[in-house]
């Protein structure tokens, strides 16, 4: 693994953005892949985290504070070594279709590998639409245009994609599942599931397509809406 040390957090809440510099260099990190990060002086798993940013060996990740791992994340202080490996999955630029531009719907931490894609193929996004509850979160964005604050306008990033999506646009998503549900067949969703190995062995990320079972960690995370079995998830 590769040690990790927390260099910058910002903090709002329950999400938070967190700097580390690595040992050494992640091989070719693209958009949709994630890393594993453990904590090294307590008895948990490494998790799976979406690359939010990756430049110069500095690494970071968006995160919602959910349990023990984040908890432990939120609240070290600067310096703190955690450990990395990765990065995991298939890059999304080798499943999506090249010729179309991008709505990209994040919802909550979903936001992460979206924010990845956009600096490495800002010529294939149309749209960002990144939904949230709560106004605290634009302390965390610079570009506030792609905010979509349900506490401010009543409306969910749902609604906002309704209004601005065309035929002709690709839609790239991840959050929660029902808000995934929600979006048109063609879509391509990115999954999120637990994790035990992060690199297809341990099965513990299984999710049923049509044509059978796969690995949200080695399959995926994306995939076309219209594989996913979603009544088994
Ligand atoms: C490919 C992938 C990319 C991810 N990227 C990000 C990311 O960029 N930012 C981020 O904040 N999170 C991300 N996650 C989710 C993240 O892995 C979990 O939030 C994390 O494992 C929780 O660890 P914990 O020890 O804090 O929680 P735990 O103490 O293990 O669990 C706390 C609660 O969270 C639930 N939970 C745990 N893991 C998951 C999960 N994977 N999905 C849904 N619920 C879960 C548990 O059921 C429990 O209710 C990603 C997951 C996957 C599979
Ligand atoms: S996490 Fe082990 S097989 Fe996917």
């Known amino acids: 693994m590769i040690e990790a040390e927390l ?3 910002r903090t709002a809440k329950d999400y938070g953005l967190f700097k580390f510099k690595l040992k050494e260099k992640l091989k070719d990190p693209d958009a949709g892949q994630f890393v594993m990060l453990k904590s090294p ?3 948990i798993l490494a998790k799976p985290f979406s690359i939010y940013s990756y430049k110069n ?11 023990r791992l984040t908890g432990k994340i939120f609240s070290s202080p600067i310096g703190e070594v955690f450990y990395v490996r990765g990065p995991y999955g298939i890059p999304y630029i080798k499943k999506i279709d090249r010729d179309k531009k991008y709505i990209l719907i994040g919802g909550g931490s979903g936001v992460a590998p ?3 894609f956009s600096e490495l193929y ?3 996004v149309y749209k960002k639409l990144y939904g949230f509850k709560g ?5 965390l964005f610079e570009e506030q245009s792609s905010l979509v604050i349900e506490e401010e306008s009543g409306k969910t ?6 209004e601005v999506y065309s035929e002709e646009l690709g839609i790239l998503a991840c959050g929660p599942i029902p808000m ?3 979006l048109p067949p063609g879509s391509y969703v990115s999954l999120e599931s637990v994790m035990g190995c992060g690199i297809g062995t341990c099965k513990s990320c299984a999710v049923k397509t049509k044509e059978g079972i796969k690995m949200v960690c080695k399959d995926g995370p994306l995939f076309r809406k219209e594989e996913i079995q979603w009544e088994w998830i």
Do not use: A, Q, S
């Open 57 to 67: 060996r500095k690494l970071t990740l968006f995160i919602k504070r959910v349990g």
């Open 180 to 182: 995934l549900k929600t």
């Open 157 to 162: 990033v749902v609604d906002i994609f309704r």
């Open 114 to 116: 979206l924010n990845f």
């Open 7 to 9: 260099i910058e957090k």
């Open 122 to 124: 800002p010529e294939l």
């Open 135 to 139: 106004r605290y979160i634009r302390e």
């Open 41 to 43: 002086d307590e008895p």
